[in-house]
């Protein structure tokens, strides 16, 4: 099983992107899916999570209200939209996904990880 992320790329503070991770190799319906980021010189941390319905998520703090997360499991897929981007968003982002449940995920574990997609924001 694979996870790809893309639509990662350059951007002002203020604007906009949205990333997608699409999962081959088998089903993820049953997975709680999540982003992660790492930016320069920085550890790895938790940005958002979403179980199996589109109803149950969670966000670190600093990006609540500025990103959302969804997912469409027909199309085996995730998605990240960031608004109101910030120079410290910058970083490489990682798509996940994890059986064991949503705690698995905020304590940055996960069975499946993405090669990641780089956001760079300008000040």
């Known amino acids: 099983a694979q996870l790809v992320e893309s639509g990662g790329g350059s951007v002002q503070a203020g604007g906009s992107l949205k990333l997608s991770c699409v999962a081959s190799?088998?089903?993820?319906?049953?997975?709680?899916m999540g982003w992660f980021r790492q930016g320069p010189g920085k550890e790895r941390e938790f940005v958002a999570a979403?179980?199996?319905?589109?109803?149950?998520?969670n966000y670190v703090d600093s990006v609540k209200g500025r990103f959302t997360i969804s997912r469409d499991n027909a199309k085996n897929g995730v998605y990240l939209q960031m608004n109101s981007l910030k120079f410290e968003d910058t970083a490489v982002y990682y798509c996940?996904?994890?059986?064991?449940?949503?705690?698995?995920?905020?304590?940055?574990?996960?069975?499946?990880w993405g090669q990641g997609t780089q956001v760079t924001v300008s000040a």
């Open positions: 996940a996904a994890d059986i064991r449940g949503m705690a698995t995920l905020l304590s940055s574990e996960a069975d499946y």
């Open positions: 190799g088998r089903s993820f319906r049953s997975y709680h």
């Open positions: 979403i179980g199996w319905t589109n109803d149950n998520t």
